[in-house]
């Protein structure tokens, strides 16, 4: 946002990990994927998420445990999809078109088919979207940059833990406006309100080019009000 930062922790190989003093945002400096999405994204599935690409591995692992954790969803839900649902179906007419933003192994995509509405993805994972795809889902493997304008508009957009994954997440809330005006944001984010998290040595899928960014509510809002149309 251009706001004064300091410095928080050393990211070797990296840069730093910095925070903005006006809205508490943790991000990586530098913020640059070493490869395009679709490439870090189709490795880390097929389980080849490390050297340049960091400790991937719990990508793979959810398509290994993909058929336990359908069986499991279809009676009981995450607290964020299970509130999703709800504010969908209080929100918007069955048959309703329902895009998720990194959809993954999509777990949601299947609870919204469940549930009467018609749900479409955006995947940068080949192996995931080819999945959704053979199970009769329309999905695009790719990011929202480069979604077809061809394809279909949707009623309202779904993201689920997925904003800390992108280099320039201003830029995400812009695209998404401009090309989708009338649809709501529903958007998932875990929450970090101190330090502790920024500094534990134990969680090497939470530094870039997984985690770019580390959010606070304030973060959140404030990136959403300086997007143009949100």
């Not at 591995?57 to 954790?69: D, H, M, P």
């Not at 969908?88 to 192994?105: D, F, H």
């Amino acid at each position: 946002c251009g706001n004064h930062s300091e410095a928080v922790i050393p990211l070797p190989n990296w840069g730093e990990m910095r925070q903005c003093a006006d809205c508490g945002l943790f991000f990586a400096d530098p913020m640059t994927l070493p490869m395009t999405s679709e490439e870090l994204y189709t490795k880390a599935y097929n389980g080849k998420g490390d050297g340049e690409a960091g400790d991937f591995s719990k990508f793979a692992n959810k398509l290994r445990y993909r058929r336990e954790q359908l069986q499991v969803r279809r009676y009981l839900l995450p607290p964020t999809s299970l509130r999703t649902l709800k504010w969908l179906q209080l929100n918007l007419p069955q048959g309703a078109t329902i895009m998720e933003i990194g959809c993954g192994p999509g777990y949601f995509m299947h609870t919204l088919r469940r549930n009467g509405f018609k749900a479409i993805g955006i995947e940068p994972g080949e192996k995931p979207a080819s999945i959704l795809k053979e199970e009769g889902f329309q999905v695009w493997h790719g990011t929202l940059d480069n979604y077809p304008a061809d394809w279909p508009e949707p009623d309202a957009v779904v993201s689920f833990f997925m904003l800390h994954h992108l280099p320039d997440p201003g830029g995400f809330f812009t695209t998404l406006r401009r090309q989708f005006p009338n649809a709501p944001l529903i958007l998932s984010e875990s929450h970090t309100n101190t330090l502790l998290f920024a500094t534990r040595r134990d969680l090497p899928g939470s530094l870039p080019p997984q985690y770019f960014t580390w959010w606070t509510s304030q973060a959140v809002l404030s990136n959403l009000g300086r997007s143009p149309g949100i």
